[in-house]
């Protein structure tokens, strides 16, 4: 029903899968190990985004930053921590995902991550999931339900709507 919301709950449930390391360069799940809270800079910038999506497209309801202990149980082995992390509702009932990074490389790292994991598990496991739809913002990434909506919230916002696609 809710692709971004199916996503999250999809990377929950495959968040058994384990990260792996390597000689001095530390795993994704040491990484996020080592987080305690989300940066303060990037929830600064994550509630901007918010207010400029308001702006942009008329409303942004129930926007919150989500509880950083829980994204950093569910993604412990699985995705990068982001900078900060939120959501909420705009376009008419579409949900919006808001995730900032320190730095565009640290985006593409996400993406790439979040692509890898949800397409494998789907292909795994038989489950016809074309992929996601977002905003590529450069240090952050807005994913919304659909391709129109990440379409519009580019153009409004800046950025390029993409897709990470599975097939």
């Known amino acids: 029903m809710v692709r971004s919301r199916i996503a999250v709950l999809a990377v929950s449930a495959f968040a058994f899968a384990a990260g792996c390391g390597g000689g001095d360069t530390p795993s994704v799940a040491e ?3 080592q987080r305690t809270d989300w940066s303060a800079a990037a929830v600064t910038a994550m509630n901007d985004l918010a207010s400029r999506t308001t702006a942009a497209v008329g409303g942004c309801a129930d926007y919150a930053a989500y509880p950083f202990a829980g994204i950093q149980q569910a993604q412990a082995k699985t995705l990068p ?3 900060a992390q939120g959501s909420c509702t705009a376009l008419d009932d579409e949900s919006v995902e808001f995730s900032v990074f320190a730095d565009a490389d640290a985006t593409k790292d996400f993406i790439d991550a979040k692509q890898s994991l949800l397409c494998g598990q789907a292909k795994a496991k038989s489950i ?6 977002y905003v590529d913002g450069g240090t952050w990434v ?7 909506a990440a379409r519009t919230l580019a153009e409004k916002l800046g950025g390029e709507a993409k897709t990470a696609s599975c097939r």
Not at 128 to 133: A, L, S, T, V
Not at 142 to 148: E, F, K, N, R, T
Request: charged share 15%; glycine share 16%; proline share 21%.
């Open 142 to 148: 807005i994913q919304p339900d659909s391709a129109g």
């Open 128 to 133: 016809p999931y074309p992929g996601f739809d």
């Open 81 to 83: 921590l982001p900078g």
């Open 31 to 33: 990484r996020n190990a």
